[in-house]
């Protein structure tokens, strides 16, 4: 009867119960706006449609592959983009933060993108490579661009002091025909109210 050597059986026995550390590796992760990330598991989410021109923030970890573990690396990370972004602070920095003491530190960095206003939509991806062999991160974000402002129509008349709902609609270029017609990036409802001591009969102050 023959048996195994002792030498793969222990490699075996090794494989079998500790797989995930024989293959893991560190690597740099991104977590844009939309997207979630907890330590120990994997990020959750889509990334959310960036405005060109409109700063926005992304957060870089060092994280270990299989587990999604933190890991100390303070790796030097250079971020490059298919499409003209720049970044506060400047690529290359260091994944210098310490905000996760005592647990982990240099771990990760939270950096402000902005996409150049010229980009008008698409997406645009970006890489993100560390020193002493982290392993490559990757985003993908969906861009639109902003043309116009369109202020919705306010019914009148209206009464002095009191507040005045109306809808201000970011709007993207492309549209046809009228400006109505261009689809809209963003919608923000505001209240406006003219003061109570408006002269009569204006509904509002004058010079507004």
């Known amino acids: 009867m023959s048996f195994l050597p002792k030498k793969i059986i222990i490699l075996l026995f090794v494989f079998l119960i500790f797989p995930a550390a024989m293959f893991s590796a560190p690597r740099l992760l991104f977590v844009a706006p939309g997207e979630s990330f907890t330590p120990g598991s994997a990020k959750t989410g889509t990334p959310s449609t960036q405005?060109?021109?409109?700063?926005?923030?992304?957060?870089?970890?060092?994280?270990?592959?299989?587990?999604?573990?933190?890991?100390?690396?303070?790796?030097?990370?250079?971020?490059?983009a298919s499409q003209t972004t720049?970044?506060?602070?400047?690529?290359?920095f260091f994944l210098s933060?310490?905000?996760v003491s005592p647990a982990?530190?240099?771990c990760k960095r939270i950096v402000t993108f902005t996409i150049d206003p010229g980009v008008a939509s698409g997406s645009v991806n970006y890489t993100a490579s560390?020193?002493?062999?982290?392993a490559n991160g990757t985003l993908a974000v969906n861009v639109q661009k902003v043309n116009d402002l369109f202020f919705n129509a306010i019914s009148s008349p209206q009464t002095a002091g009191t507040n005045i709902p109306y809808t201000v609609t970011a709007?993207?270029?492309?549209?046809?025909?009228?400006?109505?017609?261009?689809?809209?990036?963003?919608?923000?409802?505001?209240?406006?109210?003219?003061?109570?001591?408006?002269p009569a009969g204006t509904g509002r102050p004058a010079g507004w």
């Open 171 to 198: 709007r993207q270029a492309g549209g046809a025909g009228r400006p109505a017609a261009r689809p809209p990036v963003r919608r923000s409802a505001v209240r406006v109210s003219w003061p109570a001591s408006a």
């Open 104 to 106: 982990v530190n240099d």
């Open 51 to 80: 405005v060109s021109g409109v700063p926005f923030h992304v957060t870089i970890y060092s994280v270990d592959d299989s587990t999604w573990n933190l890991l100390n690396t303070n790796s030097q990370v250079t971020v490059a």
């Open 97 to 99: 933060d310490d905000s």
């Open 130 to 134: 560390g020193t002493g062999g982290i």
């Open 86 to 92: 720049t970044y506060n602070p400047t690529s290359p």
